[in-house]
Nanobody
Framework: QVQLQESGPGLVKPSQTLSLTCTVS??????????CSWIRQPPGKGQEWMGAIGYSGKTYYSPSLKSRTSISRDTSKNQFTLRLSSVTPEDTAVYYCASGGGDSPSAYWGQGTHVTVSS
């Protein structure tokens, strides 16, 4: 069974960079056609797909966040990391990591981690 766990600070100051890591167990992030994604949900709003990193290391970003977002991975630790720069209070949200392969690139989800942007 694939399991994902997000980790990172719950409070980030405005203008700083938010950094979250997702640890995947029960499956390799380098498996063919496997994708690892970040999704967030601000309070009172719907979910927003932020970006993903594929099995080959290729990255994909939401156009609205592309200028501030970077997704990387550490294959030795089976982890992938989100960095969101120049955060504002509008970036306050529950951040989820998700992964999967084939026709279900987001079959597995972490429990989510709440990040507040505040001074």
């Amino acid at each position: 069974q694939v399991q994902l766990q997000e980790s990172g600070p719950g409070l980030v100051k405005p203008s700083q960079t938010l950094s979250l890591t997702c640890t995947v167990s029960g499956g390799s992030i380098t498996t063919n056609y496997y994708y690892c994604s970040w999704i967030r949900q601000p309070p009172g709003k719907g979910q927003e797909w932020m970006g993903a990193i594929g099995y080959s290391g290729k990255t994909y970003y939401s156009p609205s966040l592309k200028s501030r977002t970077s997704i990387s991975r550490d294959t030795s630790k089976n982890q992938f990391t989100l960095r969101l720069s120049s955060v504002t209070p509008e970036d306050t949200a529950v951040y989820y990591c998700a992964s999967g392969g084939g026709d279900s690139p987001s079959a597995y989800w972490g429990q989510g981690t709440h990040v507040t942007v505040s001074s």
